[in-house]
């Protein structure tokens, strides 16, 4: 191992270098902390410096100052030699980041033994930095992947903003780079339009792998096994499932096996775009409100059951007409459960009264609002947990 020697005294430099040699060191020299410091620059496998204290042109306390300041991208173990027994000199010493103290007339053994835990402590700091190295390595790799997931999570998301008769609009920031919220809407025939929005318990990518598995089993199939259809033999060969048929065979599919707790809530509904009925099956989630266009905005809700939490579940739903001009909004909890510097909650109030004083907007504008109003109230586009909203205005036939 290599070692720098330190001591402007040059026959004590001399004794000092021959007995470390002795020891089965490699020791480079330097008669002052300036010189020691070249050479450290110079020779990058150098981690153990053994310097005296009083020296002139750069002292020990300067030097090692200067040593613990700069990063010489490894690890440098600094032991100190005084002449005197100083406690002083000691407490200044380490307080500059010296990592052992010596005093000079104590036997050559000892400073063996001092360097010799240097040492060790070189080896684990290496190996640490090893370790941390390939941890940075896997880290980066997984920090890709996880943002190639949440592009794909990104493209899950509707791109489609109208069907006859119908408009939508929809914003969704995910507390990480993987989120637990999903929304889509869809026509299951000529005039029925389903909608829904879910959010997954947790956060990261157990959440975001259930939710990227929810959307598949939400969307529409044309094989006999959609869980939105049920597939006939007469004319038209399918009969739309009603709400809570659908999240009924969600809880079949998706129950938690074993100890696992991962659940998710929803609102999965279907509008009929020639009447303006809606219906609804609510499973724990956050009620959605109701925008009249010529009145006020309402919660509709009916509570239910999270989807996987429990086997056997019977789910409700509920009706209700919409006129023309009228606005829909679910949205996951991160909503109202947003919470601002001052730990005050944003809560469904706030959010109505958002909706409220900008309904003249289109439905696109004014989803953009909330957006804007939940990262003043948050003070930053960071939340902490996955925030969605999806807003429907049906149009009338």
Not at 19 to 30: F, I, K, M, Q
Not at 222 to 246: C, D, I, Q, W
Not at 263 to 275: E, N
Not at 318 to 326: H, K, L, Q, S
Request: with cysteine; charged share 25%; hydrophobic share 40%.
């Amino acid at each position: 191992m290599k070692v720098l020697l330190i001591e402007d005294a040059r026959d004590v430099r001399q004794v000092l270098k021959a007995s470390l040699t002795r020891y089965g060191y490699h020791v480079l020299d330097a008669e002052h902390g300036a010189q020691g410091l070249a050479l450290l620059n110079q020779h990058e496998d150098v981690q153990l410096v053994v310097s005296d204290v009083s020296m002139p042109v750069m002292d020990g306390h300067q030097l090692c100052r200067l040593v613990k300041q700069k990063d010489f991208g490894r690890f440098v173990y600094v032991i100190l030699l005084s002449s005197r027994d100083q406690e002083q000199e000691i407490i200044e010493g380490l307080e500059l980041g010296a990592d052992d103290f010596l005093a000079k007339q104590s036997p050559l053994a000892e400073l063996n033994a001092r360097m010799s835990v240097g040492k060790r402590i070189i080896d684990l700091n290496n190996e640490l930095n090893r370790q941390n190295e390939k941890l940075n390595v896997a880290y980066d790799q997984i920090k890709k992947d996880l943002m190639v997931a949440a592009e794909m999570h990104s493209n899950l998301l509707p791109t489609q903003k109208r069907f006859p008769g119908t408009e939508f609009a929809w914003m969704c920031n995910s507390c990480a780079f993987l989120g637990g919220d999903m929304f889509d809407y869809q026509r299951l025939d000529e005039h029925i339009v389903a909608f829904y929005l879910l959010d997954v318990s947790g956060h990261g990518i157990p959440s975001a792998l259930l939710s990227f598995t929810l959307k598949y089993a939400l969307s529409p199939s044309h094989k006999g096994a959609s869980l939105l259809k049920r597939f006939t033999n007469n004319p038209p060969h399918y009969e739309v499932l009603e709400p809570m048929e659908v999240v009924a065979k969600l809880n079949e599919r998706f129950m938690a096996p074993g100890s696992s707790s991962q659940y998710f809530t929803m609102i999965y509904a279907l509008l009929d775009t020639r009447s303006g009925k809606v219906t609804v099956c609510q499973a724990g989630h956050p009620g959605l409100l109701h925008q009249a266009s010529t009145g006020k905005t309402i919660e509709r809700t009916n509570d239910g059951f999270p989807v996987g939490m429990l086997p056997d579940v019977e789910f409700d739903q509920f009706d209700f007409f919409m006129e023309p001009g009228d606005r829909l909004f679910l949205f996951s909890d991160g909503v109202t459960e947003c919470f601002n510097p001052a730990k005050e909650e944003y809560g469904s109030e706030r959010l109505i009264k958002v909706l409220e004083n900008c309904k003249t907007m289109t439905i696109e504008e004014q989803v953009a609002e909330v957006d804007r109003q939940l990262i003043g109230w948050n003070q930053s586009n960071q939340f902490d947990d996955d925030v969605s909203l999806l807003a429907i205005e049906w149009q009338g036939q």
